[in-house]
């Protein structure tokens, strides 16, 4: 497997990644704003600690490209969250505060021909309400995502069981499959979009898509049933693995200048894909993750088993 050492280095990064955020949702020690007025928690920034540190320890010349940096830290306004991101990151690892805000820093690298991007913690709100997150994990090179790790510590390992254990890690590498692992450790499975369950997934926040033509769309390919509606990337995790046949984002009509963010989609893009299904924007394009951070050129997403895609696309021309 010629992106071997970047898979297992991927999979550790986001393993540990994630335990920090289970560690920190059990205390829910503090929340705090971004700019953009969306929660943020010491997670978010542990998270993206982690896995920047380990990231460059092994590929020192591969820029970052991730959601957080650490300027907001910094301040003397904001000692009481550095301490809580340091005492968080330090279960993990030893550092002093100066050394893991750079840590958090090295995600601010621009787009290149080989690069990671990372979201430390995909689905904030559904963190801080206690539902699904994801820490999403990619790497780019030569104009195509090429590995991906997902870690879902919220995920039932079996959604026919919802009150069973919870913790899943999707793996992808482009060109060998998807596997699904228990997020604890231990073998992971193949994942294939066979026999997907007849529903779609779409987000639980109404500000980030438009839901009543996600229900149109779902109804013209003949999907009834109830949505299941999760945070973040792990609804690419759950159609990957049959849960769904089809995730859709198309953009709010609130908001029709908005455009998704690389990191937002690259991991579960190539898991799914992967995985037999496919993965556009709502006219049929393919994502463009090598231009910038934000996809400037696709509008929406439409993810799901490779058989209905033409339909979905076809009904989103007909709306």
Known sequence: MKYNRECEVAVEAVREAARLCVDVRKSLVGTMEKEDRSPVTVADFGSQALV??????????????????????????????????????????????DTICDWIDAGNGDVAERFWTLDPIDGTKGFLRGDQ????????????????????????????????????????????????????????????IDDPAWRFAESVESSHCDFDAQQAVARAVGIVSPSLRMDSQVKYGAVARGDAALYLRLPSPEYPGYRENIW?????????????????????????????????????VVVSAREIHARVIDALRDM
């Not at 709502?282 to 696709?298: C, H, I």
């Open 133 to 192: 997150y994801a820490v999403a994990l990619a790497l780019v090179d030569c104009g195509e995502v090429k590995v991906a790790a997902l870690a879902c510590p919220a995920l039932p390992v079996d959604m026919e069981e919802m009150e069973g254990d919870c913790g899943v890690l999707f793996v992808a590498v482009r060109g060998e499959g998807t596997q699904a692992m228990p997020l604890v450790g231990g073998d992971g499975v193949d994942v294939r």
């Open 52 to 97: 920047c540190r380990r990231l460059k320890s092994v590929f020192p010349g591969d820029p970052i490209v991730a959601e957080e940096d650490a300027s907001v830290l910094r301040g003397a306004e904001q000692s009481a969250m550095r301490e809580m991101v340091c005492e968080f990151v330090r279960v993990y690892t030893q550092a002093d505060e």
């Open 264 to 300: 937002d989609h690259a991991a579960g893009a190539l898991i799914v894909e992967e995985a037999g299904g496919k993965v556009s924007d709502m006219f049929g394009r393919p994502l463009d993750f090598v231009s910038a951070a934000q996809m400037e050129d696709n509008r929406g």
